[in-house]
């Protein structure tokens, strides 16, 4: 059982032909520079050969994901023999997340329907081969909550089928296919922890007040009670049960910055701390899966480092870090009796390949490496920097240079992290590597309110969409001017969801800065963000007031702060990516912001995926949106590119016209203070 920090996040995660001499049809014209040492898009964003990699309970067999037809299914080999086979037949949106049952007989999937959400849980029985969907209700998403060995035939899910505000937990019997209503949500509970013997006995709760709850019970039949609270401007949540089910091991910065592991007795709420950083919040901890100790904790400052809590752990970390040498790693999947695990091993510079550990000899065996065809390749190194903010805070910073850089000062790329509760890694990232490889320098920047570093760090950034979180970019941009050979005429900014907004904020708070934008499923309106957010996320509205802004009090700050009310300003050529059935940032977000410059006689390249949602699942859109911002990008930054070709199978819509039903609201409400606060609609001048 891994566990991390629990955020809400609007994160977008993004993941993505060969060239013939045909110009994008949004831009029709377009020469890009051509180099014939390009890494074809397809090498790095096409489908990967394997990912996802487990092991079965017994140890015996292994799983993972891998293209069939082109489309990414579950696909399960006995070790040490050449019988692949897969067992899941999806033709369309391919399959991210599965995960074996605790007897080793099936495989348990979850899939939406065009970028929805609404996940449902699908069961492979690996010896007929016969698929059954578990949750056949509409409109209702399905979550995991907890699986064991000890209890290899049922699992504890989460639905949202009562009511779609919250989610209770349910007892699903993997025989029968029947799931039990097991605990009922009293209506403020955001998720939920089982103890050793499958008995859901704790919750992280939340008030109107933005307040987190720790609620628990002694057993399942006495009344909850609150453990613990965290304050709004607080973070601190459960991961599991001891094994004797008298505490919690739990994480938290009540009564310090940083984000510690402690443990918390039932009885009278004493607190036993475990461990803390004095850098950075703990962002990964190792809980046996047999007793429940803890094993292992990882933080991550500049570069992610692991400690050993567990001393019989420190060989097997000994082991790992001798294996990875200076790049990332962590366990993906470990068999039931714990002899063999699989790892993952990643860098900068190195796709994430996977071994087999087998820890009663402590030897390796490579079982694949996720993007071989990049060996061919060199890959452009990634360097931490520390750039300094306007008010002295010190943001970590990651700058990647083209190992073949363009002639004279060089074009640069901001690249903007989504969330904006998340942040930027020392770590492989296919867009930095393409970008780098198409000759831009790229930034990435952990701006106040990136999570990781923190309380102080993520709290810097409350009620500063727009203005703080904005300037540290502004900052960290000016100082790639000054400070690595960037030419301050060539300068793009990209980002997807919270990265969306803040390309668009951008262009329209500094709109001399960026030479190029790219927004990808990013809000323009803040305001109608809130007002649109999935109805299983009302309950998390007092995080969003506390870290974002109160629809009530901030009303008019909160328009200020909306790239919308500020169209008029767009100079900057800009593209926009949205999907169709985004259910966090809505296409109206996109729509919005379209109209407003379309109105007024701009332009904007406009691209709708119709079976996408907050993110471009499907390799045809993948594939198309990453050659549209390729050619984009060439054109207005001079960069490299492939020459753009239509991609088969993708379903993306250019659209050309003002978006119908967009309607475009700007006006502030009235100030008592102020008598006559009317002000023009700044979206659409006179």
Not at 150 to 168: A, E, G, K, W
Not at 257 to 277: E, F, M, N, P
Not at 442 to 461: D, E
Not at 526 to 543: D, E, G, N, R
């Amino acid at each position: 059982m891994r566990c991390a920090l629990v955020s809400v996040l609007l994160a977008a995660f993004l993941v993505g032909g060969c060239p013939k001499s045909t110009p994008d049809p949004g831009h029709p014209g377009l020469r890009p520079r051509v180099d014939k040492d390009l890494i074809p898009r397809k090498v790095i964003f096409g489908n990967p050969k394997k990912s996802a990699l487990q092991i079965s309970p017994d140890g015996t067999r292994l799983s993972y994901l891998a293209p069939m037809k082109g489309v990414m299914n579950v696909w399960v080999q006995t070790l040490g023999k050449e019988d692949a086979k897969a067992v899941t037949t999806d033709t369309y949106r391919g399959i991210r997340s599965y995960f074996w049952t605790p007897d080793g007989t099936s495989i348990l999937y979850l899939q939406d329907v065009g970028g929805n959400e609404n996940f449902r849980i699908y069961q492979v029985v690996l010896t007929t081969g016969k698929i059954r969907l578990l949750t056949p209700a509409k409109g209702v998403r399905a979550g995991i909550v907890h699986v064991s060995k000890r209890y290899p035939h049922t699992i504890l899910i989460s639905m949202n089928q009562r009511s779609r505000r919250v989610f209770d937990v349910y007892r699903l019997d993997l025989r029968t296919g029947k799931a039990i209503l097991d605990t009922q949500n009293p209506g403020n509970i955001l998720s939920w922890v089982a103890d050793f013997d499958f008995q859901v006995r704790a919750g992280l709760a939340i008030n109107p007040q933005g307040q987190k709850m720790l609620l628990v019970r002694d057993d399942v039949k006495k009344p909850w009670r609150t453990l613990r609270t965290w304050t709004a401007l607080e973070s601190g949540g459960p991961s599991a049960f001891t094994k004797d089910g008298k505490s919690i091991i739990a994480l938290g910065n009540q009564g310090s910055d940083k984000t510690r592991l402690y443990t918390i007795a039932l009885a009278d709420g004493k607190i036993t701390d475990i461990y803390t950083s004095p850098d950075a919040d703990l962002s990964g901890v190792e809980v046996n899966p047999d007793d429940h100790h803890i094993e292992a904790v990882s933080t991550e400052y500049v570069k992610k480092v692991w400690k050993a809590i567990d001393p019989k752990f420190k060989a097997d970390l000994d082991a790992l870090r001798k294996l990875a040498g200076s790049n990332r790693f962590g366990i993906a999947s470990r068999s039931a009796n714990d002899k063999r695990w699989v790892v993952a091993v990643g860098g900068p510079t190195l796709p994430v390949r996977y071994y087999l550990y087998e820890r009663t000899a402590r030897t390796f065996r490579l079982l694949v490496a996720t993007r071989s065809d990049l060996t061919r390749y060199k890959l452009s190194p990634m360097e931490p920097v520390i750039i300094p903010a306007r008010d002295g805070l010190k943001l970590v910073c990651y700058l990647t240079r083209p190992v073949r850089p363009l002639a004279g000062k060089q074009p640069l790329i901001l690249f903007v992290h989504g969330g904006p509760w998340s942040r930027d890694k020392y770590a492989y990232h296919p867009w930095v590597q393409w970008l780098s490889n198409r000759g831009y320098v790229v930034l990435q920047v952990n701006f106040r309110g990136s999570s990781g570093f923190g309380k102080r760090y993520l709290n810097l950034g409350n009620k500063q969409w727009g203005k703080n979180m904005q300037h540290d970019l502004t900052d960290a941009v000016r100082w790639a001017i000054a400070k690595a050979n960037v030419d301050p005429k060539r300068v793009g900014i990209m980002g997807g969801s919270y990265g969306g907004y803040a390309a668009l904020a951008g262009v329209t708070f500094t709109p001399d800065l960026y030479r190029v934008a790219v927004d990808i499923v990013g809000p323009s309106n803040i305001i109608t963000l809130l007002k649109s957010v999935p109805p299983y996320w009302k309950p998390m509205m007092a995080i969003f007031n506390t870290r974002v802004g109160d629809l009530k009090k901030d009303y008019n700050m909160l328009m200020d702060r909306s790239p919308l009310c500020h169209a008029h300003k767009i100079k900057t050529p800009l593209a926009i990516f949205q999907g169709a059935n985004d259910p966090r940032v809505k296409i109206h977000e996109s729509d919005q912001i379209v109209a407003a410059i379309r109105n007024r006689g701009g332009k904007v390249l406009y691209v709708v995926y119709p079976d996408e949602g907050h993110g471009f699942r499907r390799e045809p859109n993948r594939m198309d949106f990453l050659a549209r911002t390729e050619g984009y990008l060439a054109k207005h930054l001079g960069g490299r590119a492939q020459p753009f070709e239509a991609v088969k199978g993708s379903k993306a819509e250019v659209r050309t016209g003002i978006p119908k039903g967009a309607a475009v609201n700007c006006t502030p409400r009235p100030d008592p203070a102020r008598p006559d606060p009317a002000r023009p609609n700044p979206a659409r001048p006179k």
